[in-house]
């Protein structure tokens, strides 16, 4: 599978309950994904704690390079299992796309930037 899946999920307005899907570059160019309700706090965690996910720890430091969102917790949950399951390339396609959040909406996200900046 090497195409990324549609994103058939419309667009809502972010609230308290809402959940976003992400990526992050590590210092070794590999990508990881998860999914949080407060992506600035879980990159921090992916960089600084123990709360990391393992994966990162050892690859510190990671670059938030891409979010999706905002989405219901399912929602969340299934997009960051299609998109675990996509190409290393697939994955750069998102990150480049006009889609990717990072590069749409710097008022979600003010502190991070584009996607092509990262």
């Known amino acids: 599978m090497d195409t990324e899946p549609e994103h058939p ?8 309950e ?23 706090r879980r990159v921090g965690e992916h960089n600084h704690s123990v709360r990391g996910a393992r994966y990162t720890r050892s690859r510190r430091p990671v670059t938030l390079v891409y979010v999706e969102g905002p ?8 997009r960051e299992e299609e998109i675990k399951m996509i190409s290393h390339q697939a994955k750069e396609r998102l990150i480049a796309a ?6 749409l909406n710097k008022t979600v996200f ?9």
């Open 98 to 103: 006009e889609t990717n959040i990072l590069c």
């Open 18 to 40: 809402s959940w976003w899907v992400y990526l992050v570059r590590c210092r070794d160019r590999t990508l990881y994904c998860g999914m949080s309700n407060n992506v600035e």
């Open 71 to 78: 989405l219901t917790r399912q929602q969340a949950h299934r």
């Open 9 to 16: 999920i419309p667009y809502r307005e972010p609230s308290a």
């Open 110 to 118: 003010p502190n991070r930037h584009s996607a092509g900046e990262a």
